[in-house]
């Protein structure tokens, strides 16, 4: 499926156990939109598009359209994968404060599970 762009963001989406819906709201897209792209009922793409999806699943554009060696750049969970896009979104001034607030929090919470 070598040129099925669709076909290989579904196939991506299936292989990190991520629903439509996680992928659509990572990506900023909506769901309805997202289904269509994959059963490749849209034929064209917007670059802008292909660029959030790929971000949303941590792999390459060129990857997403070649539909070889997909290899996600990124092992996150959907989750995790939105956290971080959160924190990248922030200034950094604001990252950085929120993030020294979070690990303060999970040192806590590993101190307290011991």
């Known amino acids: ?10 196939r991506e989406r299936h292989n990190q156990n991520m629903t439509q819906e996680q ?3 990572l990506s900023d897209l909506t769901i309805n939109y997202l289904s269509k792209i994959e059963r490749s009922f849209t034929k064209k793409i ?3 598009t292909l660029s959030k ?10 990857s997403l359209m070649d539909g070889e060696d997909i290899k996600s750049s990124e092992k996150f969970g959907p989750n995790l994968r939105q956290l971080t896009r959160f924190l990248n979104d922030l200034e950094p001034e604001q990252g950085e404060q929120l993030s020294k607030r979070l690990l303060e929090v999970i040192k ?5 599970n011991k």
């Open 1 to 10: 499926m070598k040129n099925n762009v669709g076909g290989n963001i579904a």
């Open 23 to 25: 992928l659509a709201e």
């Open 53 to 62: 999806i790929s971000k949303a699943l941590g792999v390459t554009m060129d």
């Open 46 to 48: 917007s670059a802008n």
């Open 108 to 112: 806590l919470s590993q101190k307290t």
